[in-house]
């Protein structure tokens, strides 16, 4: 039988990795609402929180780094 050759490139199928670390979270009633009601139009809960947690990361390393 033949090879058929579909693509001459060696790159992946599929859309790239984003989330390379993953954590459930548990939230205080209500919480996952208030998130709803500040979402921009298509805007993902998952990215604001994302964006959230990444900009205390950065305030905490910073206010770390001044100590």
């Known amino acids: ?3 058929l050759l ?3 490139t060696s790159r992946p199928v599929g ?3 984003i989330n390379h670390e993953q ?3 548990r ?3 209500g919480t ?3 998130i709803d009601g500040v979402l921009k139009p298509k805007e993902k809960r ?3 929180i994302r964006d ?3 900009r205390e990361l950065e305030r905490r390393e910073a206010e770390t780094s001044k100590d």
């Open 27 to 29: 939230f205080p009633k």
């Open 52 to 54: 959230a947690v990444e």
């Open 6 to 8: 579909i693509s001459n």
């Open 46 to 48: 998952s990215d604001l």
């Open 15 to 17: 859309r790239r990795q």
């Open 1 to 3: 039988m033949t090879e």
């Open 32 to 34: 996952l609402a208030r």
């Open 23 to 25: 954590m459930p979270a």
